[in-house]
C-alpha cells in the first residue's frame, strides 16, 4: 500500500530524518519525506493501518495534517511483509 501523508511542523533536515525514522519503526514501512511540500510518501504492508502512521508521527512531535492514497511504485511491491523489487 502506497499512501501520501502532509506533515507539519517539519523545517530542517534533522525533522526529516526524524519523521522517516518514526515511521520505518514500523515493521515493513518505508517512507520517504519531502520538506519543500512537506509530503511523506509511505510504502508498508496492507496491515499497517493510518493510525499507526498518525501516532508514530505524533509521538515524535510533528502534525499529519492528511493522508491520502497515492499511485504504486512500478516495479514496487509486499510479498509475506519483506518488500521486493
Request: glycine share 4%; with cysteine.
Given at each position: 500500500?502506497?499512501?501520501?501523508?502532509?506533515?507539519?511542523?517539519?523545517?530542517?533536515?534533522?525533522?526529516?530524518?526524524?519523521?522517516?525514522?518514526?515511521?520505518?519503526?514500523?515493521?515493513?514501512?518505508?517512507?520517504?519525506?519531502?520538506?519543500?511540500?512537506r509530503t511523506c510518501i509511505v510504502d508498508?504492508?496492507?496491515?499497517?493501518?493510518?493510525?499507526?502512521?498518525?501516532?508514530?508521527?505524533?509521538?515524535?512531535?510533528?502534525?499529519?495534517?492528511?493522508?491520502?492514497?497515492?499511485?504504486?511504485?512500478?516495479?514496487?511491491?509486499?510479498?509475506?511483509?519483506?518488500t521486493s523489487k
Amino acid at each position: 500500500m502506497r499512501k501520501k501523508l502532509i506533515v507539519n511542523n517539519m523545517s530542517c533536515d534533522h525533522c526529516k530524518r526524524r519523521v522517516e525514522s518514526a515511521l520505518m519503526s514500523i515493521e515493513g514501512v518505508k517512507a520517504e519525506v519531502t520538506l519543500k511540500t512537506r509530503t511523506c510518501i509511505v510504502d508498508s504492508p496492507d496491515q499497517v493501518s493510518d493510525k499507526q502512521m498518525v501516532d508514530v508521527i505524533t509521538e515524535a512531535g510533528y502534525e499529519v495534517e492528511s493522508i491520502e492514497e497515492a499511485p504504486a511504485k512500478k516495479g514496487f511491491f509486499f510479498h509475506n511483509n519483506k518488500t521486493s523489487k
